[in-house]
C-alpha cells in the first residue's frame, strides 16, 4: 500500500528563517509526486509536480526536489504569507489505482513577522 | 469565477439523516474526484469520474455512499443514514488531464453529524 509521511508536524519559522519539509514515500511505481498548499477552511491548491529522482522546481520562495526515497519543499526568506499547511501526495504508476492521489498528513508552517 | 465550486459550504445534520452534496467543476475538465479530509489528516481518495463514468470506487467507502456524475457534467454526492464518524470536510476536484494529476480543488463541503 502507498504510504507518504511528512515532518515535520508543526513548523514555527521566524520570517527570513529558511528551512526545509521533508516528505518521505513508499509507492509502488511512482508516477509523480505532488506538492499542494493549504490554507483554513480551503481546498488544497496546486504547486509542483516531480516525475523522476533529481528532479527540481522552483516557484517564488519554494523549491521542490525529489529522490528515490523523499521529496524536500526548501523554503527560502519565508514571509507571514507563506503560512499554511503544505501538503505531499504520490500517484502510484503500476499496480492499484493509476488515478487517485495518496497524501501525507501535511506540515502546519508558520511564519512570525 | 471558473474554479471548482462546492455547495453547501456548511451542513449539520443529525444521526441517520441522509445528505447530499454538489460539485460544479470546471467545464473544460472530464475528469472528478471527490476526497474526504478530517481535522490533522491529508485528503483521502473517495471515487473518480471520467466524464460520466464511475471509474473507481475507494474500497473504505461504504455502501452508505453513492456518487453521480449526469452528463459527465456536475457531480452529487450522498450519504446514506450518516453516522457520526461521516463528519469530515468532503472536498471535490477535477482535472483536464489525461496523465499527471494536477488537481483543482473547490473549497469543500463541511459535514457535521450530531
Known amino acids: 500500500e502507498d504510504q507518504v509521511t511528512q515532518s515535520p508536524e508543526a513548523l514555527r519559522l521566524q520570517e527570513g528563517e529558511s528551512s526545509s519539509l521533508n516528505c518521505s514515500y513508499t509507492v509502488s511505481g511512482l508516477r509523480g509526486l505532488f506538492w499542494y498548499r493549504q490554507d483554513p477552511g480551503k481546498g488544497p491548491e496546486f504547486l509542483f509536480t516531480l516525475y523522476s529522482a533529481g528532479e527540481e522546481k522552483e516557484k517564488e520562495r519554494l523549491k521542490a526536489t525529489l529522490t528515490k526515497k523523499e521529496s524536500f519543499l526548501h523554503i527560502t526568506a519565508p514571509k507571514p504569507e507563506d503560512s499554511a499547511t503544505y501538503l505531499c501526495a504520490v500517484q502510484a504508476g503500476s499496480g492499484g489505482s493509476n488515478y487517485k492521489l495518496t497524501f501525507g498528513k501535511g506540515t502546519l508552517l508558520t511564519v512570525n513577522p | 469565477d471558473t474554479g471548482v465550486s462546492q455547495d453547501p459550504r456548511h451542513k449539520i445534520t443529525k444521526r441517520g439523516q441522509n445528505v447530499t452534496f454538489r460539485c460544479d467543476p470546471i467545464?473544460?475538465?472530464?475528469?472528478l474526484y471527490w476526497y474526504r479530509q478530517t481535522l490533522g489528516q491529508g485528503p483521502e481518495f473517495l471515487t473518480y469520474?471520467?466524464?460520466?463514468?464511475?471509474?473507481?470506487k475507494s474500497r473504505l467507502l461504504s455502501d452508505r455512499f453513492s456518487a453521480e456524475r449526469p452528463k459527465g457534467s456536475f457531480s452529487t454526492l450522498e450519504i446514506q443514514r450518516t453516522e457520526q464518524g461521516d463528519s469530515a470536510m468532503y472536498l471535490c476536484?477535477?482535472?483536464?488531464?489525461?496523465?499527471?494529476?494536477?488537481?483543482?480543488f473547490g473549497s469543500g463541503t463541511q459535514l457535521s453529524v450530531l
Open positions: 469520474f471520467q466524464n460520466e463514468a464511475q471509474l473507481e
Open positions: 467545464s473544460e475538465h472530464n475528469r
Open positions: 476536484a477535477s482535472s483536464p488531464w489525461v496523465t499527471g494529476e494536477k488537481l483543482f
